[in-house]
């Protein structure tokens, strides 16, 4: 395909996408996304799902944060597949995700239970149930979330799933990976006017339960990594990266009685933040103009910042209620959200993600001996 270098295109790591030494502008960026997120919540969508709390000084009311860390699972499936077995790898990314999520929703549905809220949703042990087996998208008006910043999860786990099979095939490599990334993000971009079309349950569960809307945000984070690479031109790499802000548009569409509303300013953001994650990728380290003692303070928060998103939202609507009916106002509510949000993530990380996921590692080095790397003439 045009724009390809005659370099293998593969979804492996490279010297020139990676360093040594981890860079701070990834946690500054990744850091980044996840205050953006709380910030949303807590300001915008708290009082959007719960009218009741007070309106809020300060207003951030763009779904940014979430959609830009997707985005970023991406660039990074691209970093790490090539660095041992591919099915090392891709248990990997289970051992980190999928302990901490569990015991997220459990922690959650435990809040929910332990300091209800009058009015507000009373999960069942069905809902625990739906929810720790990650259900929404497929039947969202059956299953409804306990978290709504959960969405992200099945999503990373199919993409981290679909590198994997992907990077075993000849479809991980040359110049049919980037086939299948147009045609990830044009096939949902070409189905989008019978999505939004009161199509049948059937298509409309498949369609979401795969999460195809939100495809583009793997590819973009794919595609940043190919052009980092070096792996792509230009010309390329920007024909890409338009057609998923074009895909993003359109999933910023939503349907209101007065029929299909663009959310622009999302949309926006989203595209601004592709850029930055581009520049981010291709350019230098940012460490010559961040000091050291923010620097430190990035990093730690950059390595809680899986745990921060899992946990913050619901139990900090809680928290931000049951301040209201104590006195507090806005301002003390949204730093009591993210106040908390940052200590509940510290402690399912310390608790669960680090020691879950060493476990798990260790268990399967145990069970499946160390083997040459699959892509050994390719890898960094």
Not at 267 to 289: E, F, K, Q
Not at 305 to 329: N, P
Request: contains cysteine.
């Amino acid at each position: 395909m045009a724009g390809v270098s005659g370099k293998t295109t593969t979804l492996t790591s490279a010297p020139s996408g990676t360093r040594g030494k981890r860079k701070i502008s990834w946690d500054l960026v990744r850091s980044g996304c996840v205050t953006l997120v709380m910030l949303y919540h807590a300001t915008f969508l708290s009082v959007f799902l719960h009218p009741e709390l007070d309106p809020r000084t300060f207003v951030f009311p763009y779904q940014v944060g979430a959609s830009l860390l997707l985005l970023i699972s991406g660039y990074f499936a691209c970093v790490t597949i090539g660095r041992g077995p591919v099915l090392r790898y891709w248990w990997g990314r289970i051992a980190r995700l999928v302990p901490p999520f569990l015991a997220a929703v459990v922690l959650i549905f435990a809040v929910m239970r332990l300091v209800p809220v009058d009015g507000w949703f009373d999960p069942t042990g069905g809902d625990l149930a739906a929810n720790l087996l990650m259900l929404w998208n497929w039947k969202p008006d059956d299953y409804p979330f306990i978290d709504g910043s959960h969405w992200t999860v099945p999503l990373q786990l199919m993409g981290f799933t679909v590198a994997a099979l992907l990077f075993r095939s000849s479809w991980g490599h040359g110049r049919r990976v980037v086939v299948v990334l147009w045609a990830a993000v044009l096939i949902p971009i070409a189905q989008w006017p019978l999505r939004v079309s009161n199509p049948p349950e059937f298509y409309r569960m498949v369609v979401d339960g795969i999460g195809a809307h939100r495809w583009h945000l793997l590819v973009a984070g794919v595609a940043i990594w190919l052009w980092s690479t070096r792996r792509i031109g230009l010309a390329h790499f920007s024909a890409l990266l338009a057609a998923c802000m074009a895909a993003q548009a359109l999933h910023n569409y939503s349907e209101t009685p007065e029929g299909l509303v663009a959310d622009w300013g999302s949309t926006v953001a989203v595209c601004i933040g592709m850029v930055v994650v581009a520049l981010t990728a291709y350019g230098p380290d940012w460490n010559r103009v961040v000091p050291d003692w923010l620097g430190r303070r990035v990093q730690w928060f950059a390595g809680i910042s899986y745990g921060v998103f899992l946990t913050h939202q619901t139990i900090g609507y809680i928290v931000s209620r049951k301040l209201q009916d104590a006195g507090a106002g806005p301002t003390a509510q949204t730093a009591a959200m993210v106040g908390t949000g940052v200590v509940a993530g510290w402690l399912l990380t310390r608790l669960v993600e680090r020691p879950a996921h060493r476990a798990l590692m260790a268990a399967y080095d145990r069970l499946r001996p160390a083997a040459p790397s699959s892509s050994s003439g390719e890898a960094a």
